[in-house]
């Protein structure tokens, strides 16, 4: 299985930070790499796919970057429903791995 | 809109069995590959099934292969999940999820999940 390596674990912002998470893969996925955003009790939602396009309804402060073992999910301006954990997960072979999440906190 | 609502979840003993399912609407479900994601409480996502539009091919990870089995009602838009020999470390929440267009895998939309517990 490809394992997916994020950083960091967590991290503490304020509104209308910069914040900037990474994702390692094991091998190389081209850009077979999606990113989620999960917040409690709830279902994990789709903000970019293979490695940098926007889903449909995703605010543009959310921008992904990467190609091959080395990925980058960068917010820009920080709003208070960004408060959450982020996932990245790859979808080049089955089993679809992720991440283990960057839970963003409020400083 | 898209739609997916998972079912049949609930309190299960070690060694026993249960049958999710997943019904869809708001898109042509025989067009997009489905997969079944779980999370255990506190934990981070796993992957544990996926299965093509036809319904003909079908991949399981190590952790459930030959104690699940994954399959799909095309006529009625209804993707199931069905799960046996369960033991405790399959207690999550199980969500169903549709593929992303294209070769790109899970997954776009998500159902909202239901939790299964395994325990005496």
Known sequence: ?107 | EVQLLESGGGLVQPGGSLRLSCTASGFTFVTYAMTWVRQPPGKGLESVSTISGSGGSTSYADSVQGRFIISRDNSNNTLYLQMNNLRGEDTAVYYCGKALAGPYGCCEFWGQGILVTVSS
């Open chain 1, 1 to 107: 299985d490809i394992q997916m390596t994020q950083s960091p674990s967590s991290l503490s912002a304020s509104e209308g930070d910069r914040v900037t998470i990474t994702c390692r893969a094991s091998q190389n996925i081209v850009n077979y790499l999606n990113w989620y955003q999960q917040k409690p009790g709830k279902a994990p939602k789709l903000l970019i796919y293979v490695a940098s396009s926007l889903q449909s309804g995703v605010p543009p402060r959310f921008s992904g970057s990467g190609s091959g073992t080395d990925f980058t999910l960068t917010i820009s301006g920080l709003q208070a429903g960004d408060f959450a954990t982020y996932y990245c997960q790859q979808s080049y072979s089955f089993p679809w791995t992720f991440g283990q999440g960057t839970k963003v906190e409020i400083k």
